[in-house]
């Protein structure tokens, strides 16, 4: 979806084309978007972000286990095979992870490979405004958590990615 909408246009449109224009916000997770529907109609974007948020926290461990799991590896295989939505290409080279150097990338692999093996998901993080060097350091203290820690830490910036992909689309 390329144009913005109103919040009057959001809160306008029936369910299906809600879901249709907002289900890949949570990465292909269109069940977050039918669940914040339920929510409308929204007084601000930051309301309409707070029930995506909602959908998403108030989800069963195995939906919230799939969503996390349906995040890629930040300069992951995906990302090398040109598989990532545009919206997570978007996010991942304004954070320079598309300009990785060879030792750079090795390093990211193994993260990402010692991450997911502790955890059980990937690692994800809003990476915008963020550049490789804040990331690898998030990285490096993030994978010391609890699985209990780290699940609530991905599950809110899994909520962190879904608002700044709304600010993008919805106007204020």
Same mark, same amino acid.
């Given at each position: 979806m390329s144009a913005r909408l109103t919040l009057r246009a959001v809160n306008a449109l029936p369910e299906l084309? #809600?879901?249709?224009a907002f289900g890949g916000v949570a990465e292909h997770s269109p069940w977050v978007a039918e669940a914040a529907a339920a929510a409308r109609p929204y =007084?601000?974007?930051d309301d309409m972000a707070a029930a995506f948020t909602a959908a998403i926290l108030g989800a069963g461990p195995e939906r919230q286990m799939a969503l996390l799991n349906a995040h890629p590896d930040l300069a992951g295989r995906a =990302?090398?095979?040109g $598989? %990532?939505?545009e919206a997570s290409r978007g996010e991942q080279a304004g954070a320079g992870l598309d300009? %990785? &150097?060879p030792a750079e990338f090795a390093r990211f692999t193994n993260l990402n490979a010692a991450y997911? $093996?502790? #955890?059980g998901f990937p690692f994800i993080l809003a990476v915008k405004g963020a550049d490789k060097h804040t990331i690898l350091a998030a #990285? $490096? &203290?993030r994978i010391a958590s609890s699985r209990e820690e780290e699940l609530a830490t991905a599950l809110r910036q899994v909520a962190r990615i879904v608002a700044y992909r709304l600010a993008d689309r919805v106007d204020g």
């Open positions: 084309d #809600f879901v249709v =007084a601000s974007r =990302a090398i095979a $598989e %990532l939505t300009r %990785l &150097t997911r $093996e502790r #955890f #990285f $490096e &203290t």
